[in-house]
Structure formats: C-alpha cells, structure tokens
C-alpha cells in the first residue's frame, strides 16, 4: 500500500490492480489512471467537494500519460541486446525449420524455435550465454556467445545430419545341454568371417542376445567343458530369430591306466605288436601309441577268466594296422592283420586295414573285440569262428574286394557269439552273416548299402542268419541293402524281436524254408517292415508285427538317414504301444514296434 500527500495529509491508495510495468500501454494507463483518479476524489473533500481540476493536477495527468505511450517495445528491456540468428544444414547449407534453440543455466528461460527459413530472434540482457539446438534429424549444437549492452548480434550456426539409422535384426539364442536339455551359462558366442564384432556371452540360463544388421553370419558356441559348435544364420531386416542351440559336453578325461608294456614306434618297451605279443603274460596291459604299424600279428598267448591280456590303443591316439605289404591271395587265404588264436584276449581300440584276406580273424573264445573299425580289405572285416566272443561297437565297411566273401562281420563257426552296437556298411556280400554258426545274439546292430563291390556284387542281405539257424536278433535295423534286409537263408528257429527293415532291395523280412529239411519255423515279434515286401513260408510264430497289425504307414519321423530322427516314431505313430512283452526292456503299456522305442 502507498500513500500520496494532498495539502498535507495522506490519503491511501489501493494497488491491487497494479499490472506489469512491461505490459501493453494500455495496461500502463490503467495502472495510472485508477491511483490517480481515487486522489483527485480524495483531493476533492478535503478542499469541500471543489469541482474544478487543479492546473498542476492537470500537468501531472499529462506526464504521466506521455510516460506510458512513448514506452518501450513490447518484449525488450532497459539496456537490452538482440540476437539474430540462423540454424542452416551443414552439407546444403540451407536453414533448417522447427530446430528449437534454448538458453542454458538456472537463470535463462528463453526458449525459441526457427521459422521455415531458419531464422530465430532473441531480446537479452547483456551477458555471457550458453545456448543449446536441437532437432529430431540432426546433432546436438552447443555454443557460448556474449550479448553486449544495445547491441544487436547476427549468428549463424549449422548441424550435421544424424548419421542414417541403420535397418538392425535381432538375434535370441539359447545354448543348451545336449543330453539335460538345460542352459548353458557363460558359453561364448561369436561371428567368424564377419566385418561385424560381437562376442556375447551366455546369462545363468543359457541365453544370449545379438542385434545385428541383417544378412548371413557363421556363428560359433564355444564352452570349456562343451564340443565346439559352428552354425549358419541368415538374419532378416527388422525381424528377431530365435533358436536354441545344444552342445555335446566333452568327453571324461581318459582314465589313468596302468601300461605294462608299451609299444611305440620311438622309445616304447617294443616297436611291434608282435614283439608284445610274444611274452604277454595273463594280467598284462599292452598299451600302443600312436602310428601306422605295418605287420600282420599273431596272438597265441592266452589270458585267463577275470585275467585277460589286453593290447589297447593309448587314450586319445590314433593307431593303424596296415596289412598292405601283403598281396591278396585268394586260394591260400592269408591270416588276418590281427589274427587271435587265444583265448580271454581284449582288443581295443585299433583300426586295421588293407588286409590280405579278413582284417580281423578271431579263432579262439571268450575274447572281446571292441571299439575297433575294420575297413578296405580283401575279405571281410570281422570273421569269426570261435564262441563266445563279445563284438562290441565296432564298425565294419568297405570291405569289397572279394565280392561273394566280403562281409562286414562274418560268422564262420563256433556259437554264443554277441554282436552289440556294431555298424557294417557298403561292404560286397552281406553286412552280418552267421553262416552256419548258431546261438549267437544281434543287438542294436545296424546295417545299410551292402551287397556291391568293385570285383562283383555279392549277396547284398543286412542280417543273414542261417543256414545254422538258432540266432536272434533285436532292436537293429536294415535299410537300403541290395537284397533283404533280414534273411535266414533257410536256417530256422531264429528270433527276431523289435527290428525295423526299411526300403532293402528284394524284402524287409525274409524268411524261406528248404523243400526235403524239417522246418521248425521262426518267430517275429513287434517287427516294423516299410518300403518294402515280407516274405514268410512255413509255420512260424508272426504276431505283433506291423503287418500283422495291417499298419500300412508308422509314421516316422523322417526317412533321411542323416536326421537324428530316421526310422524313429512319431508322436502319433500307430506303431506306439503295439508290440507285446517278450522280456525286453519298454517304455509305456507296451513295447512299440521296431527298434526305436518312443520317448516323449
């Protein structure tokens, strides 16, 4: 509240209505006007209600109106300074409209945008400023200017262009055990033959994120305790991939083992195999280091029951036995590479090859044979005519040159022979023949491309399992051989329980009698046949198999033999709990037919 003085005394004077002194001048004379007015009416009754205006009343109206009209321009200040300005592009050159140009610091507040020429105007008090442009498509410009006092200050700034967003894909992997089916954490995920860098590495569960410009990329997984994995991805423009990866964890260190002797082509206690051979003693461990021996071995030692002699391959090497010094001889029949006439013997490991006659010649029993590839030559890879020798994950193939004799694995003679987790392929005459031997099990063996060889074609069966007679075979499968995939060439009394023949040349299942013999008849049960015919004669025990069922198609899962999921049933086969308990281990109500039991 103010108070004015009239002849004396104080009169007050209310000011609520008091405007911005900056105001239009409009405003400025009513701020004026109404104190004015309230004191000539207050000037009034003290002078005993005077009529007349007061001449030096009059004077003051008259200032005070010349003060408000000849005022300054609306939105400047007394002492204030003018910043024109323009924001061009920085390539064209050309202004750049709707860049926002704002004063930094606590105490500036002026905020202006350019026009559609670039042009901007700022009224400021004189000073030193810190101003920021901004707009959506180009860089930040930050710049200091200083205004001086009733000045006008002309600028020019440019920006450059935002680099052009580039079209970005995403990448969501999981990398997961490949047996547990769990995440992997802290696998490393990198590019290789890429000109973009980025190494990620899994999260506790197993994920991992890639955002990368579309294309294709060689990705690899690499873990401490995992097998390397390399895969192909082709990422599409703006769009997420998602997969999910396994890998196979490494194999368990070799275990220590205690070598008797050592046979090595340098520094070893022998530098043949036969040298060992000569003195092994029941117990013994033979162990042979890496390197291609040349010799053909005889083992006539034996070992004992819970006492063999073993000869192995040493952990994590290679070692080849190459019979090629010798010239094939079909009349005379060269022994095998490896030739054992002993009895409890262990091989393992070994790979033999070029042999003049059978690779593998084993005539003693209750030896073991395993982990052992016998391939290229002259005869078969495995023959056999002792009994109640173990066969087990051995692989057996190419073994052609003697066309009608070039089994995989042969059975000359001799019975109780076990054949487990062995695998013969494109071999000349048949993949398993039993021959005459008899008593002798097939288990979870596999045979394919067998019967064509460069000297002649010979039989061309996966499974032959007579004459003798009296084998069984189960869970093994037969595909794409010349002639039959299991054949008893007349033999009889064999058993087949949950093996799958699929697409062999003549028949998937075989089984014939010989006019002038007692035929006891065969028994097959929970047998799978696709691709091909059946051929059965006699009596025989048939029951549960896929065409006693009249199941026409068990729906697989693939027919490729490279997909993991080749000959197995799908989840809606009809094949699936159709078979009947003969003592085999299954899963579900009831065995499935053939010999991939489902597992959901």
Same mark, same amino acid.
């Given at each position: 509240?103010?108070?004015?003085?009239?002849?004396?005394?104080?009169?007050?004077?209310?000011?609520?209505?008091?405007? @911005?002194?900056?105001?239009?001048?409009?405003?400025?004379?009513?701020?004026?006007?109404?104190?004015?007015?309230?004191?000539? =009416?207050?000037?009034?009754?003290?002078?005993?209600?005077? =009529?007349?205006?007061?001449?030096?009343?009059?004077?003051?109206? !008259?200032?005070?109106?010349?003060?408000?009209?000849?005022? +300054?321009?609306?939105?400047?200040?007394?002492?204030?300074?003018?910043?024109?300005?323009?924001? &061009?592009?920085?390539?064209?050159?050309?202004?750049?409209?709707?860049?926002?140009?704002?004063?930094?610091?606590? +105490?500036?507040?002026?905020?202006?945008?350019?026009?559609? +020429?670039?042009?901007?105007?700022?009224?400021?008090?004189?000073?030193?400023?810190?101003?920021?442009?901004?707009?959506?498509?180009?860089?930040?410009?930050?710049?200091?200017?200083?205004?001086?006092?009733?000045?006008?200050?002309?600028?020019?700034?440019?920006?450059?262009?935002?680099?052009?967003? *580039?079209?970005?894909?995403?990448?969501?992997?999981?990398?997961?055990?490949?047996?547990?089916?769990?995440?992997?954490?802290?696998?490393?995920?990198?590019?290789? +033959?890429?000109?973009? &860098?980025?190494?990620?590495?899994?999260? *506790?569960?197993?994920?991992?994120?890639?955002?990368?410009?579309?294309?294709?990329?060689?990705?690899?997984?690499?873990?401490?305790?995992?097998?390397?994995?390399?895969?192909?991805?082709?990422?599409?423009?703006?769009?997420?991939?998602?997969?999910?990866?396994?890998?196979?964890?490494?194999?368990?260190?070799?275990?220590?083992?205690?070598?008797?002797?050592?046979?090595? %082509?340098?520094?070893?206690?022998?530098?043949?195999?036969?040298?060992?051979?000569?003195?092994?003693?029941?117990?013994?461990?033979?162990?042979?280091?890496?390197? =291609?021996?040349?010799?053909?071995?005889?083992?006539?030692?034996?070992?004992?029951?819970?006492?063999?002699?073993?000869?192995?391959?040493?952990?994590?090497?290679?070692?080849?036995?190459?019979?090629?010094?010798?010239?094939?001889?079909? @009349?005379?029949?060269?022994?095998?590479?490896?030739?054992? =006439?002993?009895?409890?013997?262990?091989?393992? $490991?070994?790979?033999?090859?070029?042999?003049?006659?059978?690779?593998?010649?084993?005539?003693?029993?209750?030896?073991?044979?395993?982990?052992?590839?016998?391939?290229?030559?002259?005869?078969?890879?495995?023959?056999?005519? $002792?009994?109640?020798?173990?066969?087990?994950?051995?692989?057996?193939?190419?073994?052609?040159?003697?066309?009608?004799?070039?089994?995989?694995?042969?059975?000359?003679?001799?019975?109780?022979?076990?054949?487990?987790?062995?695998?013969? !392929?494109?071999?000349?005459?048949?993949?398993?023949?039993?021959? %005459?031997?008899?008593?002798?099990?097939?288990?979870?063996?596999?045979?394919?491309?067998?019967?064509?060889?460069?000297?002649?074609?010979?039989?061309?069966?996966?499974?032959?399992?007579?004459?003798?007679?009296?084998?069984?075979?189960?869970?093994?499968?037969?595909?794409?051989?010349?002639?039959?995939? !299991?054949?008893?060439? !007349?033999?009889? &009394?064999?058993?087949?329980?949950?093996?799958?023949?699929?697409?062999?040349?003549?028949?998937?299942?075989?089984?014939?009698?010989?006019?002038?013999?007692?035929?006891?008849?065969?028994?097959?049960?929970?047998?799978?046949?696709?691709?091909?015919?059946?051929?059965?004669?006699? *009596?025989?025990?048939?029951?549960?198999?896929?065409?006693?069922?009249?199941?026409?198609?068990?729906?697989?899962?693939?027919?490729?033999? %490279?997909?993991?999921?080749?000959?197995?049933?799908?989840?809606?086969?009809?094949?699936?709990?159709?078979?009947?308990?003969?003592?085999?281990?299954?899963?579900?109500?009831?065995?499935?037919?053939?010999?991939?039991?489902?597992?959901?």
């Amino acid at each position: 509240m103010h108070r004015v003085s009239w002849n004396g005394k104080h009169a007050p004077i209310q000011d609520t209505f008091l405007l @911005d002194p900056r105001s239009a001048p409009v405003g400025r004379f009513l701020n004026l006007w109404i104190p004015i007015k309230k004191g000539v =009416k207050q000037m009034n009754r003290d002078r005993g209600n005077y =009529k007349g205006w007061n001449p030096l009343l009059l004077l003051t109206i !008259f200032a005070f109106l010349a003060g408000i009209f000849v005022s +300054e321009a609306p939105g400047a200040t007394k002492n204030s300074a003018r910043l024109l300005g323009t924001i &061009q592009d920085e390539s064209t050159g050309t202004g750049i409209s709707s860049a926002q140009v704002s004063l930094l610091g606590p +105490e500036a507040k002026s905020i202006v945008k350019t026009d559609k +020429e670039g042009k901007f105007q700022m009224d400021l008090p004189p000073g030193l400023y810190e101003v920021k442009v901004t707009h959506s498509r180009y860089q930040t410009l930050n710049r200091y200017f200083k205004m001086q006092e009733n000045k006008t200050r002309q600028a020019i700034w440019t920006l450059k262009p935002l680099a052009p967003s *580039k079209p970005k894909s995403t990448l969501l992997g999981t990398i997961q055990d490949e047996k547990t089916k769990l995440g992997i954490s802290s696998a490393r995920v990198s590019l290789l +033959e890429s000109n973009v &860098q980025s190494v990620v590495d899994t999260d *506790k569960e197993g994920k991992f994120r890639m955002d990368l410009p579309p294309g294709l990329y060689k990705v690899e997984v690499t873990h401490s305790l995992y097998q390397t994995l390399n895969q192909e991805i082709k990422l599409q423009d703006n769009k997420t991939s998602q997969v999910t990866w396994t890998l196979e964890p490494l194999p368990p260190p070799p275990p220590k083992i205690k070598c008797d002797y050592t046979v090595a %082509k340098k520094g070893g206690d022998f530098s043949t195999l036969q040298a060992a051979a000569d003195i092994a003693q029941p117990g013994d461990i033979v162990c042979v280091r890496a390197g =291609k021996y040349k010799e053909y071995v005889e083992f006539t030692r034996n070992g004992e029951e819970g006492q063999p002699i073993t000869f192995l391959v040493y952990p994590g090497e290679t070692v080849v036995i190459d019979g090629s010094d010798r010239a094939p001889d079909p @009349d005379h029949r060269p022994p095998g590479v490896l030739l054992a =006439k002993s009895n409890y013997l262990i091989i393992r $490991g070994f790979e033999v090859t070029q042999g003049a006659s059978d690779g593998i010649l084993i005539v003693g029993s209750h030896n073991v044979l395993e982990g052992v590839r016998s391939y290229d030559n002259y005869n078969s890879g495995v023959n056999i005519s $002792g009994t109640a020798n173990l066969v087990a994950d051995v692989v057996a193939w190419n073994n052609n040159l003697s066309a009608g004799d070039s089994d995989g694995f042969h059975v000359l003679g001799g019975s109780k022979n076990i054949f487990r987790n062995c695998i013969s !392929f494109g071999n000349a005459d048949d993949g398993y023949d039993m021959w %005459k031997s008899t008593g002798n099990l097939l288990e979870n063996c596999l045979a394919y491309g067998n019967g064509w060889g460069p000297n002649g074609n010979g039989d061309g069966n996966g499974f032959k399992l007579g004459p003798g007679g009296g084998n069984t075979a189960q869970f093994c499968v037969a595909y794409n051989n010349r002639s039959r995939g !299991f054949e008893n060439n !007349f033999g009889d &009394q064999n058993k087949l329980y949950n093996n799958t023949g699929f697409n062999n040349g003549l028949d998937n299942f075989c089984h014939r009698r010989t006019s002038g013999k007692t035929y006891k008849g065969e028994t097959l049960i929970n047998n799978l046949s696709y691709g091909s015919t059946i051929k059965l004669e006699g *009596k025989n025990v048939s029951r549960n198999n896929s065409w006693n069922l009249k199941i026409d198609d068990p729906g697989f899962i693939s027919l490729d033999p %490279k997909s993991p999921g080749f000959l197995h049933l799908s989840p809606k086969s009809p094949a699936i709990d159709a078979g009947v308990d003969v003592g085999l281990p299954f899963e579900g109500s009831a065995p499935d037919l053939g010999a991939f039991e489902y597992l959901p």
